[in-house]
């Protein structure tokens, strides 16, 4: 690194020199960890800032500098925190914005966008003295790219605020001041940021490629991020702006109106934006059927929106029906329109369900809802949109059956047979694609043929979980057949050099092994599982070899973590049904958790997992107690690096899952057998050290509520398994002030837990108490003087067994 900043400070070097040195410099800094590069950010920097500098006569070197700079920042904390040091940073910076070379500004505004986020609590003087006006005046560059960096700016101000306003509000939770308070740069621009970025909205072309990121959709963002950051104050910048434009000739600018206005609908009050949204639904309704494909896209997913933020407003009997006849006919528009339109039509049945809840004033399915009269015509023209040739573009495919899937899973009991229906095409289309495997001719093709898959297999998942406990049989073997079917083209394990994997077109085709299939397969046995209960139990034996196949391929971490979640649900109704295949399956979960590849998240996942087991085997699950004790045990002891909120999730996870197998284990082991008590023994040995685990939950500052649910129930379940023998390992200052947290919690399912522990402890202790007095009477009246009853230990320990 010497020798490379040596070659950018020298002033003799050639300018070809100073550029290669630099660009080599930034590829270095974009690869190498930041730690490992964090003692040499001085010297970095010095070159960096040399080549940079205004004086510096060549453009390609100031831009290789800029580059550099901005694969650096992550490694210059320490320069930042320093006045003098960051001062010159930002002079160079900023003085590199307003070079006549448009990529040069393109890559000093990347570099501010990026300080902005890893330095906000540093920004103040500049914001002020400079970056204001240098970004506002980016926005208004004609030159595409600059503008785009300018709008990105702002859109991460805005990250920054929302994520400093949800650090503010844990804190005030907790009792603690923030580390970094927000400064409301967004706020306070807010009224010269909106007119710039509405007319920015206005400015797309139709021939624009939809996938491509362009000023015009980077504002959308930045307007919604400034509604959600700002609230209530963008209403009125935003609404005037609307008003007159919606009716505009031009298309543009009805599209941006429209899009102003969806964009503000998260974030400021509803109650304020709900007659404005009242007004201005019969006009987005007509514009269902503009002559512009890109307003009536807008417009589709603008009533998304209204039916996310403001559902009852969708749902008034005054705009229902003209909205679901314009919904239902732009299906049969372009795709990019149909897709916001399906994506409509799931917000619109969530919320109709949701509602329907609420009126009924139970948490049972509603009877009927808003939306049945109209089901069976949605539902239909749902599936006609799924089979659509052209369903492959703008991703309207996926789109459909997605929304078809929020109409099942919201369907009211009213609806049932338009259900059953849709589970039989659905199992049709199924059996249908399973036999086309043949024909795949490209990994194109392949591609296709797994996203078919997984979308009948989501679909088949939402509408068994509706079918009733008295229909599922019926249709069980041919869901299974079918599953089965499926798995068998995916599944199979292909080894290096083994000849296994299929070839198409002479390349090694290994997308056939998961592309999502498996993992929606999964996910779909476990609805059925659910809906046939215990009768699954004729499945298992053919199933099981597949089971233990996706078990295997922790490679793939979510196919492995469903089949896990499927094994948890297979633990919940089939009990000791399972037991002649528990000793594979512990072996094989064991393996996973000792495999150094196999990702975190599969461990917490894991260890609840022998709780399940432990619940469906009872007394039988005493075999395996010695490993998984031990195991448990182990993750109990597992520490993190604080500083790090993704590990600090992950330990907080794999807590639970260790209460969670704990409690599985002690409810599973109680019983009346022989076998019951000398299980629980067993695990007596381990009661010490499971309440020593609670204790250090409680006094750690990480702990979540969850954690102190699950810490309160384990409590309970502990007293209860094991009574007055662990009265002193309870009666602990550590173990009250878990319980304390519990009932002062704000889930009434915690504080129920907790009261109920509470009251266990209570119970036993006043037991405890009573039965001490009266032992202690009676030993008072044995070594009493009264010749009929003389101190004889034996003879009193006979009348104590008596009693």
Known sequence: ????????????????????????????????DPCILASQSNAILTAIVCGMKKEEPSDSVRLAATNALLNSLEFTKHNFDVDN??????????????????????????????IMSLYYSYMEPYMKQALFAITLGAMKDSVPEVAL????????????????????????????????????????????????????????????DDDEWNPSKASGVCLMLLAQCCEDPIVNLVIPFVKENIKKPDWRYRDAAVMSFGSILEGPDPAALKPL??????????????????????????????????????????????????????????????????????????????????????????????????????????????????GGQHNLRNAAYSALMALMRSAAQDCYCEVQRVTLIVLERLESIIGLEHQIVSHQDRAQFNDLQSLLCGTLQSVLRKISKEDAPVISDKVMLALMSMFRTTTTPATEGSGDQSVI?????????SDGVQEDALLAVSALVEAVG??????????????????????????????VGLLGDMCRVLNKNLLPHCDGLITILMEILQDINAHKSLRPAILSTFGDLSLALGSEFWKYLPIVLETLSQATQAEVNLE????????????????EAYTGIIQGLKGDGPQSTAALEFVAGHVSHILSFIQHIGADSITTEDLISASCGLIGDLVSAYGSSILSLVEVDGIASVLQRGRRAKASRTKNLAVWATKEIRKLKNTTNSTTSLLLQDKKMFSSNDPLFPLNSLSYDLYILRK
């Open 1 to 32: 690194m010497e020798r490379l900043v040596e070659n950018v400070i020298t002033p003799n070097k050639t300018e070809a020199c100073k550029r290669s040195t630099l660009e080599g410099i930034g590829y270095i800094c974009q690869d190498i």
């Open 85 to 114: 040091e960051r001062n010159y940073i930002m002079q160079v910076v900023c003085e590199s914005t307003q070079s006549p070379n448009p990529q040069i500004r393109v890559a000093a505004l990347q570099c501010l966008v990026k």
């Open 149 to 208: 960096q300018g709008i990105e700016f702002w859109s991460t101000v805005c990250d920054e605020e929302i994520d400093l306003a949800i650090d503010v509000a844990e804190c005030f939770e907790k009792g603690q001041p923030p580390a970094v308070s927000s400064m409301f740069y967004a706020k306070g621009a807010l009224q010269f940021i909106v007119p710039i970025l509405m007319e920015i909205l206005a400015q797309q072309d139709e021939s624009m």
């Open 277 to 390: 949204v009242e007004s201005a639904m019969p006009v987005i309704i007509e514009l269902l059927r503009d002559e512009s494909p890109a307003v009536r896209d807008t417009v589709a997913w603008t009533i998304g929106r209204v039916c996310e933020t403001l559902p009852e407003v969708a749902l008034h009997e005054a705009y229902l029906v003209p909205l679901l006849t314009g919904l239902v006919e732009g299906l049969s528009t372009e795709p990019r329109v149909a897709a916001n339109i399906c994506w409509a039509f799931s917000s619109l049945a969530e919320s109709a369900y949701d509602a329907a809840s609420e009126n009924s004033g139970h948490n049972g399915e509603p009877r009927t809802y808003i939306l049945s009269q109209y089901f069976n015509v949605i539902t239909e023209r749902l599936l006609a949109t799924s089979s659509r040739p052209d």
């Open 505 to 513: 077109n002479g390349e090694t085709d290994k997308t056939k092994f």
């Open 534 to 563: 215990e009768s699954f139990v004729k499945y298992v034996n053919d199933f099981m070899p597949i089971l233990v196949i996706c078990l295997r391929n922790h490679r793939e971490t979510q196919v492995c973590m469903n089949a």
């Open 644 to 659: 790090d909120p993704d590990m600090v999730e992950y330990l907080n996870s794999l807590r639970t899952s260790c209460l």
